[in-house]
C-alpha cells in the first residue's frame, strides 16, 4: 500500500472473488483512478483524502457490487479538456471496460467515480 503512509485513505468492503478477466479489467480501472488521482487529484496534495468502498447493491442473491471511489481535500485543476485511453477503460462515457453504469463526476471539492459489477464479472452465478 504505497501512499497509506502519506495521505488519507479509507478502503472498506466484503470480500469479493472476481471472476479472471473481470478481476484484470476491474484492476485496470483501480490502476486508472490511482493514477489520474497523483497527477490530477487527492494523492497529489498532502490535504488530499480518497474513500474506496464497495458494496452488494441489494441483499438478495445476483444483486450486483457498487464499488465508489471518492476523492476529497485540495485538488489540482487540469486544464485539459482531453479524453484519453484512460477515459475509456474507466468507462467515461457510462460503459467501462467491466461492468456497467459508471459514473464519473469532477465536483469542486474532488472527484467521484462509481461503477456496478454484475454477478458474472463476480464469479457469483
Known sequence: QPYM?????????????????SAESFAMIVHELT????KH????????????????????PGADIVFEWSESGERRVSTSARRGFGS???GADGEPIVGHSSKLEMLDHGLKYSVR????????S
Do not use: Y
Open 35 to 38: 493514477t489520474n488521482s497523483v
Open 5 to 21: 503512509g502519506t495521505h488519507n485513505i479509507s478502503i472498506s468492503g466484503p470480500e469479493v472473488k472476481m471472476a479472471e478477466g
Open 41 to 60: 487529484g487527492a494523492l497529489g496534495t498532502p490535504a488530499g483524502r480518497i474513500e474506496v468502498v464497495w458494496q452488494f447493491a441489494a441483499q438478495e
Open 88 to 90: 475509456l477503460i474507466i
Open 117 to 124: 459489477l454484475p454477478p458474472k464479472a463476480i464469479g457469483a
